[in-house]
């Protein structure tokens, strides 16, 4: 199994990135920091990142550096919910709501992508939005503060990682508990 420890942060010789492992994940595969996968060509990859912040995603084209040499990663497609909407305003309306609810979301100048969710999609429908399901690469803009991404607004109280969260994260899961007493 070839391992991965760290981020690479140089750009590697022509000769190290055609040598590089490639390696397609979904975007929960490229949160975790801990990971068990395959590479596009069949071998077995082990993704052990210690020094990146929980919750950061791999973007596309992170190099991951081990004993395995390099790795590249790649956004590979899976469903994904593209929103549209008739004016500038209804989706601006929209993104506002999904942002309230801290969904990781990847924009474009017309749309906002999202990962696939029901729920979701049927609160959109219901402020005019337009649905549509695609199988598209998935990477939604990092965090404000750094560059990652957290999931802590939805999960079942049971979920939710207190312990390891960032500072902002317990205060931001105070805050959201707070509001569900009121």
Do not use: C
């Amino acid at each position: 199994m070839l391992r991965f420890t760290r981020i690479h942060e140089t750009p590697l010789t022509p000769a190290q990135e055609t040598a590089a492992v490639r390696v397609r994940l979904t975007y929960d595969e490229r949160v975790k920091h801990r990971l068990a996968s395959m590479s596009i060509d069949s071998r077995a990859v082990a993704i052990l990142l210690r020094e990146a912040r929980r919750g950061t995603a791999l973007r596309d084209g992170t190099v991951l550096a081990g004993d395995g040499g390099f790795a590249i990663v790649e956004v590979a497609a899976e469903p994904v919910t593209r929103i549209s909407a008739d004016s500038p305003l209804a989706l601006l309306r929209a993104t506002y709501h999904l942002a309230n609810r801290h969904v990781p979301a990847q924009l474009a100048a017309d749309a906002v992508i999202i990962e696939r969710d029901p729920i979701l999609e049927a609160m959109l429908r219901g402020l005019g939005a337009r649905i549509e399901h695609l199988e598209a690469p998935f990477d939604p803009e990092g965090g404000a503060y750094d560059g990652g991404h957290h999931h802590h607004g939805h999960a079942p109280r049971d979920e939710v990682d207190e312990v390891s969260a960032t500072i902002g994260e317990q205060l931001s899961i105070a805050a959201h508990a707070r509001g569900r007493r009121r």
